[in-house]
């Protein structure tokens, strides 16, 4: 018998009462309306119709008549649904929305400790990655899409949620990007919903079994299981194999058996299969939580304690569990399957254990593994870099945008790619103005036109008819073009760098770019106006002039 990790017993946890139906006396009241396969809509009857009776035709139940405007409120069946529309009593449907104050949209602590909105900042969204939650089904809910889902169970064709387990897990993940309630770590990722468990959260191996071979059949990338139980089965392992043998990354919750001493081996299974990543929990201090389970197979952490997410009904609550760490990993997956679609799933564990922020004893360790997962950066040499805010603004306006999935931000600037930044970061376009001409810079180079254009406003004019393409770009060249482009000036002018004189041909544009808070030295009273400037450096001095950039 498979279950969802049972949730630790916190005080400060939020947790629904979740009211299941007696089914003998189910059978023996024959007017029990089944209400898990109702929905509530509002129907607008034509003239000359009466609301309630056509609603008791459909087997529905009546909860509001407005005689006036000849309306009903009404729970009505999900499969009648379709027939009442085109009902020619009906003149219109649509369903009875909850309506409530609701605050704007929160970014959790737990997003924030995996690095969740840098990544998103980047934009890495998990866009078209494929995850199917193997769960107890997912329920309808405003910020929480689902693709495409199926049942395993045995009591219901239907994968929608009647325990909130499932949904709750599936928040974490891709709850949307909007106005409103929790952003997921991949918000733009597809999920699929596999319910194989129960309203109490308990499921056969044999549905779990059924769900990850359903996720082969449709070609999902990512399996999340946040589910466990204490006894292998040669069957799981088989058909987990089956789903690596198809680069499908399988992540699994190892369990909420875990104790104060934590010295115990009681990872539970399928995260303790060597196929399938074991995650932890920890809480907002990135302390191991006391009740998740410890032992050689954790091989990564993640926040675990009073997580808010999505629920049933189409609300929110806070729970706790290895359950609620294992999507944060199923997530932060997506944006590295997104960034690099050809990984193989060896290459996506290694990434994230690489990228991991290594917790308690150094190296992997039985209770956080390699340690707390951080999603990764649109670019790959960036992450603990001092100028990743910079970059990744820089980034997101579309004036530096690297090459093949890196920054470079330790390279020199040259100065054919300055051109090409100043010409995105200020919008130029060609001029009537004649052009420059270059001698080597020949019509068919392939920065011909923005060489063109930067000259052309008299940002760049080379030397001696030559434009240099692959020299450096110096500091103060790069202070000078920002001057030329922005047409600042100031009257008042301090001057802190011992290494800039006024008689420069550069005084006064570092003067009017030191002043407006733009540049800073390399050093306290150095500019260096002759070394080359960075790719990192540039990304700053942009970020700082922005606000003056129209």
Do not use: C
């Not at 009904?313 to 760490?325: F, L």
């Not at 800039?500 to 003067?511: K, P, Q, R, Y």
Request: no cysteine; aromatic share 8%; glycine share 8%.
């Amino acid at each position: 018998m498979y279950q969802h990790t049972p949730e630790s017993n916190n005080d400060d946890t939020n947790y629904q009462n979740i009211n299941t139906t007696d089914n003998t006396q189910q059978d023996s009241t024959n007017n029990l309306i089944d209400m898990e396969n109702m929905l509530r809509v509002i129907i607008l009857i034509k003239k000359g119709y009466h609301p309630d009776s056509l609603v008791e035709v459909y087997g529905g139940q009546v909860e509001h008549l407005y005689e006036e405007m000849n309306m009903v409120a009404a729970y009505v069946p999900r499969d009648k649904l379709s027939e009442i529309r085109l009902d020619e009593r009906v003149d219109y449907l649509e369903y009875d929305k909850i309506v409530e104050v609701k605050p704007q949209q929160t970014v959790e602590w737990s997003n924030v400790s995996v690095q969740a909105p840098r990544a998103l900042q980047s934009n890495l969204t998990g866009r078209n990655i494929k995850i199917s939650v193997i769960d107890s089904g997912i329920a309808e809910h405003e910020d929480l899409p689902i693709a495409k889902g199926v049942s395993m169970v045995d009591y219901t064709t239907s994968y929608y949620d009647d325990n909130g387990h499932g949904t709750h897990v599936a928040g974490i993940i891709g709850a949307r990007n909007n106005d409103v309630g929790i952003v997921g770590i991949a918000p733009e990722s597809v999920i699929y919903a596999v319910k194989v468990l129960d309203q109490d959260g308990l499921g056969y191996t044999s549905d779990v079994i059924a769900g990850i071979d359903w996720s082969i059949q449709n070609n999902v990338d990512i399996i999340n299981l946040s589910l466990g139980s204490e006894i292998s089965s040669r069957l799981m392992e088989s058909i987990v194999t089956k789903a690596t043998d198809q680069n499908i990354l399988l992540i699994a919750a190892t369990g909420n058996n875990g104790t104060i001493a934590g010295t115990e081996n009681n990872v539970s299974y399928p995260a303790r299969l060597p196929t399938v990543i074991g995650v932890g929990a920890t809480d907002k201090n990135n302390q191991r939580a006391s009740f998740s389970s410890t032992g050689e197979q954790v091989e990564l952490a993640a926040p675990g304690v009073n997580i808010l997410s999505t629920y049933l009904n189409n609300s929110y609550a806070k729970m706790s569990g290895t359950s609620s760490a294992s999507p944060f990993v199923a997530g932060i997956a997506a944006l590295l399957k997104q960034r690099d679609p050809n990984l193989t799933i060896s290459q996506l564990r290694t990434q994230l254990q690489n990228a991991s922020l290594d917790l308690g004893s150094p190296g992997r360790d039985p209770w956080y593994g390699y340690g707390l997962a951080q999603a990764p950066l649109i670019f790959k040499d960036i992450n603990r870099h001092p100028a990743t805010e910079e970059i990744l603004f820089i980034q997101n306006k579309g004036w530096m945008i690297g090459s093949n999935g890196y920054f470079l931000p330790e390279q020199n600037l040259t100065r054919v790619h300055a051109a090409l930044i100043f010409v995105r970061v200020f919008g130029l376009e060609e001029t009537d103005d004649p052009a420059v001409k270059f001698a080597d810079i020949p019509t068919n180079h392939e920065y011909a036109r923005e060489i063109k254009i930067i000259s052309q406003h008299g940002i760049m004019t080379g030397s001696a008819g030559r434009f240099l393409p692959q020299n450096n770009l110096t500091r103060e060249q790069m202070v000078a073009m920002l001057d030329r482009a922005m047409e600042i000036e100031i009257s008042q002018q301090s001057n802190p760098f011992e290494d800039v004189s006024e008689t420069s041909w550069s005084f006064d544009s570092i003067m009017t770019m030191y002043n407006l808070g733009i540049i800073k030295g390399v050093a306290p009273n150095r500019f260096a106006p002759g070394n080359p400037i960075t790719r990192a450096q540039i990304a700053r001095m942009l970020f700082r002039a922005a606000p003056h950039i129209h």
